[in-house]
């Protein structure tokens, strides 16, 4: 049985699982009814030029694990911040860990989304919020909407400052011998609060996983989100990460992706603005090699006036590995004074590899102050001979470079235990060592 026809036979027994009389019903109806009809994405769509699913389709994924899966933390420390003290909610195999976890409701509220889907004191957020800004005709998220039970609910009231960054992190045991899971996340930002979040998705085994993530963020007046992806999976992991942000007046919102592992993995981030004088930033590093496939798709749509939006990206690819960046800068009519950057940077290491690049500036205001750039090239060979006079080896230098290149986006990491992680990681990528592997 193909994937979608497994998804779509499912349905009816999962909405009897988790009540099929909730106030949802309606929604995952409506959400199903959509994949039916537009299924999974094909490079026949503009959107999905360059990325195709076809090989990863084939696999039998489980949509519902069978197994009891349970890990002992230090299976899995290395995964964590364990450096400073964070709130943690951990999922094994798309079900909740409460023993790996530390939540909290005291100020704020870090805990499940399956709590605050079904659980009357959470119903006023959940009309409020859920399902309001993630699209309704994409079918990937639609797909994640009909399923949607289980994932982190974050909710941080007006005038609070997350005493501790947040971990989301989800394992996948490698029990069942393919599997797929579509974890949902809500973020709530009230007004003049502030919250760090660092998310990861991570296979512990060889086997293939599917992830169709979908996470919803509401930054409310003067909000500040730093949200952190770490991407570093095994070869056999694909991800599809489907994140939706909503900003309000004088909001600040970051979110920072850091593509270095999986099969494939496709981040769509999409940005609305319902306030003025806010600020988006989007950054992100990809290295990859061997097959791998890396494809970032953004959108921000400026819709205020005296808004500003950065966007910078990272990429080095080397052996077969293809990379996709497709952004999009939209500026309505009403959005005078818009201030609006984005920048693709990327290096190409070997004559297989390959980077498809599409900027996009769509303005309708008169007075704004807009750019866009891309570059793909190699490595400066003249900065390598100079570095390998002074006495620099070849592979050092080459490293050193590329750490260089890279460094204009880590420096805007502002969780210092976080900073060195990654520091690390592209170290360790680039083939220079300096402290653990991960």
Known sequence: MELKEKLLSSFMAFEERVDVHSELHDVRTSAIKNFEIKGFPTKKEEAWKYTSLNAILKNDFTVFPKKDSAIEFNQVKKYFIHEIDTYKVVFIDGIFSSHLSSTTHDGIDVCLMSSALTKPKYKMVIDNYFNKIASKDDSLTTLNTAFSLEGAYINIPK??????????????TGNEAA???????????????????????????????????????????????????????????????????????????????????????????????????????????????????VDHYTLV??????????????????????????????????AQKTNAFQKSNNIVLSDKASINAKPQLEIFADDVKCSHGCTVGQLDETALFYMQQRG????????????????????????????????????????????FDL
């Open 159 to 172: 005038s609070k400052v997350a005493d501790k960054p947040i971990e989301i992190m989800y394992f996948s």
């Open 301 to 334: 749509n400026h819709a205020q006036p005296n808004c500003e939006s950065f966007q910078d990206y990272k990429g080095i690819f080397s052996d077969r590995s293809t990379g996709v960046f497709n952004g999009k800068v939209y500026v309505e009519k009403e």
């Open 392 to 435: 620099i080896p070849k592979k050092e230098a080459k490293a050193l470079l590329m750490y260089a290149f890279s460094n204009a986006v880590i420096e805007n990491i502002k969780i210092p235990e976080l900073k060195k992680r990654i520091t690390t990681i592209i170290a360790n990528k680039l083939g220079v060592k300096l402290g």
């Open 179 to 293: 599997l797929m899971v579509q974890p949902r996340n809500l973020v709530i930002v009230g007004e003049n609060s502030h919250v760090q979040i660092i998310e990861r998705h991570q296979s512990l085994s060889e086997n293939p996983v599917l992830t169709n993530s979908v996470t919803e963020i509401f930054a409310q007046k003067r909000a500040i989100v730093d949200y952190y992806k770490i991407q570093n999976d095994d070869l056999e992991a694909n991800l599809i990460d489907n994140t939706y942000v909503s900003q309000q007046k004088e909001s600040h919102v970051s979110v920072h992706t850091f593509s270095f592992g999986g099969n494939l993995t496709r981040n769509n981030l999409n940005f609305y603005h319902f306030g003025e004088r806010l600020t988006s930033t989007l950054n992100g590093i990809t290295i990859i090699g061997e097959k791998q496939h």
